[in-house]
C-alpha cells in the first residue's frame, strides 16, 4: 500500500453558520492541516459552478476541502480530524482503492462512528 493515497473531501454543513462563517471554519482547517507533516496535499475546491459576474478567476466552494493523504498516514488524519471536528456538522467524502465513502456527522459520537466507518474502508 506504500505510495498509494486516501483523498479527504470534508464539508462544514453547520445550517446556523453562513457560508462565510463556514469558510472561515474551513481555512482554519485549511492552515491546520498544512502544518501536518502526514498531510501530502491539502487546498480549497474550486467552485465548478461559480456565480453569474462573478469577477475571480475562480471561485471556491464555501466550506470545503481537499486533503489528500498517504495510506499509512491516514489513521492519525482520522484522529486529528476527530479532535478538531468533534461537534461540528460536517459531511467527509473518503476516496481509496477506487471506492468513494459519503458519511455525515452532527455530534461527536456520529463523527467518531463515521472516522471508524472510514478507517475499516480505508483499510479494506
Do not use: C
Not at 471561485?59 to 481537499?66: D, M, N, Q, R, Y
Amino acid at each position: 500500500m506504500v505510495g498509494k493515497t486516501v483523498k479527504f473531501v470534508i464539508n462544514f454543513t453547520d445550517p446556523d453558520l453562513d457560508a462565510d462563517e463556514r469558510d472561515d471554519e474551513a481555512h482554519r482547517l485549511l492552515n491546520q492541516l498544512k502544518e501536518m507533516d502526514e498531510v501530502e496535499s491539502v487546498d480549497r475546491i474550486l467552485d465548478p459552478n461559480p456565480p453569474e459576474g462573478n469577477k475571480a478567476l475562480g471561485a471556491w466552494l464555501a466550506g470545503v476541502l481537499l486533503a489528500e493523504v498517504n495510506t499509512g498516514n491516514a489513521k492519525a488524519v482520522f484522529g486529528y480530524l476527530g479532535d478538531r471536528l468533534g461537534g461540528k456538522p460536517i459531511e467527509i467524502e473518503v476516496e481509496a482503492n477506487g471506492k468513494k465513502l459519503k458519511v455525515k456527522a452532527h455530534s461527536r459520537e456520529e463523527l467518531t462512528a463515521a472516522i471508524e466507518a472510514a478507517q475499516k474502508f480505508v483499510a479494506a
